[in-house]
């Protein structure tokens, strides 16, 4: 994140002083923003950035235990840089956060600066190759230089120069989160082809008595696990090339001086980052049980996927709170449609809502004709459930405020209902740009192929949210029971290319680290081969017999 905050942050005086030492290993950087106390919440922030005219510089503090900031990658051992985000104190007022540029440790000897504590926080869930770290500052000085002057300014008496947008600051963490989308789609193709492969290698128990062992891929309830998340990923990777060319669009209008995009841009990819970051953790350790005891150990490859992916539901924002960002922008362009505005991007669906006034728990049924065997009718069903569900929060949202209660209490007793809205929003944008790229797709039989897994995504995600579907007067339980029955009926069309449709992720062995996931389908062999190399197999009577076996049994 260090060099992508200095190209989006930094003026262009402040890039070069910084961009090629970052660019050449001279710097080498981290972002610290979360700390001890606060991540998600960044109002809450503690570390304190105040300017001293007299001198003209910066003065850095961590004022409390809590503001340590907390986490940053690369900050325990490797770093002699970090942008900090800090709240700015000037002229006697607050101005909020803003980012600077701090030197930590003496460039040479690597030392920590004096004002300056640093370290690694210790042992974690998993990813233990990153020393994340801690950073405390005491009235640590930097020159008023190194504050990240793109958009604000602190002029050299002192005076403010505020930004367009005070979201312009987070624009590190919009692209963080852009690319945690494409982040999701990999690692649960990953751990897709590897429990797929392996699942063609695995012979287990009879389908007929006396005939040899299937391959557990053949049956239905491997394929039910599997095929739906095989699905997801490739909807996954299409949403993640659409979030990596929305940011890039986005960020030439803001170049520009255009910032109308901004406020969806920042809805979408919060949204989407807590949608497909939760998706995958999940869909990542149900791809480990499916590859059964042999899963669990290292050698399949799935658990270091998973301990180094979870933690994107927690980082760059947790995902709850994410997910009630998402919903605040919802809320607004409801709003702004029965005030009589119209909307666009993702959100015009909002747009053809009824404008009658119906109380909160009636939300009125949307008239869709559903047919199952067409992607594009069935991102009709999804539109209309993101809408009931948008309507439906945005109502009770609205009736927790007639009960005379504060806005943020309303808030907090309706966002269960906000949280169900920006899932059903998120999860309407995914079956769109799946179905979407499906008519860009020239050959024919890859692109029947992509629409049996698009239909398979939107079809299972349908009989997941059944519920959905028929409180909101979408689908009838005739059309559900239709449904179930299509999914299944999918998972055999899909089973013959099962194999072929992981091996195009083209995810080479050694990036794999997968015994059970290996390409040549040699696992038993290698797995033996594995297992031999184990710190525990260097000696043939290990030391802790000697220790405390044997003088154990002695005693018997």
Known sequence: MFLPTL???????????????AWNLEIIGTYAQTEMGHGTHLRGLETT????????????????????????????????????????????????????????????????LPGITVGDIGPKFGYDEMDNGYLKMDNFRIPRENMLMKYAQVEPDGTYVKPLSDKLTYGTMVFIRSLIVGDAARSLSQACTIAIRYSAVRH???????????????YQ?????????????YAFHFVGAYMK???????????????????????????????????????????????????????????????????????????TVMMLQTARFLVKSYNQVISGQRVTGMVSYLNDL????????????????????????????????????????AKNLQAELNHRKSKED??????????????????????????????????????????ELCLLYALYGISKNTGDF???????????????????????????????????FDFHDVHLGSVLGRYDGNVYENMFEWAKKSPLNNTEVHESFHKHLKPMQAKL
């Open 49 to 112: 950035a105040t300017y001293d005219p007299a001198t003209q510089e910066f003065i850095l503090n961590s004022p409390t235990v809590t503001s340590i900031k907390w986490w940053p990658g690369g900050l325990g051992k490797t770093s002699n840089h970090a942008i900090v985000l800090a709240q700015l104190y000037t002229q006697g007022q607050c101005k909020g956060l803003h980012a600077f540029i701090v030197p930590i440790r003496q460039l040479g000897t690597h030392k920590p």
């Open 221 to 233: 309830t491997q394929q039910y696990k599997l095929f739906p998340l095989l699905a997801t990923a």
């Open 245 to 319: 060319d929305t940011y890039r669009r986005i960020s030439g209008d803001i170049n520009e001086g255009d910032l109308s995009g901004l406020p969806e841009l920042h809805a979408l990819t919060a949204g989407l980052k807590a949608f497909t970051s939760w998706t995958a953790s999940a869909g990542i350790e149900e791809c480990r049980m499916a590859c059964g005891g042999h899963g669990y150990s290292r050698c399949s490859g799935i658990p270091d996927i998973y301990v180094t992916f979870t933690p994107s539901c927690t980082y760059e924002g947790e995902n």
């Open 7 to 21: 190209l989006t942050q930094a003026t262009p005086e402040q890039q070069d002083r910084f961009f090629m030492p």
């Open 410 to 451: 309303a808030w907090n007793r309706t966002s269960v209902d906000l949280v169900r809205a920006s899932e059903a929003h998120c999860h309407y944008v995914i079956v769109k740009l799946f179905t979407a790229k499906l008519s860009e797709i020239s050959n024919a039989a890859v692109r029947a192929v992509m629409t």
């Open 354 to 393: 009824s404008r009658q006034r119906i109380q909160p728990q009636h939300v009125a049924a949307r008239t869709v004709t559903v047919r199952i065997n067409d992607p594009v009718s069935l991102v009709e069903a999804y539109k209309a459930r993101a809408a009931w569900f948008v309507e439906a929060a």
């Open 204 to 218: 287990q128990s009879e389908l007929k008595p006396g005939e040899p062992e299937p391959q557990i891929l053949d």
């Open 470 to 504: 028929l409180q909101a007067g979408i689908l009838t339980d005739a059309q559900i029971t239709q449904v179930n029955q299509r999914v299944k009926e999918l998972l055999a069309i899909i089973r013959p290319n099962a194999v072929a449709l992981v091996d195009s």
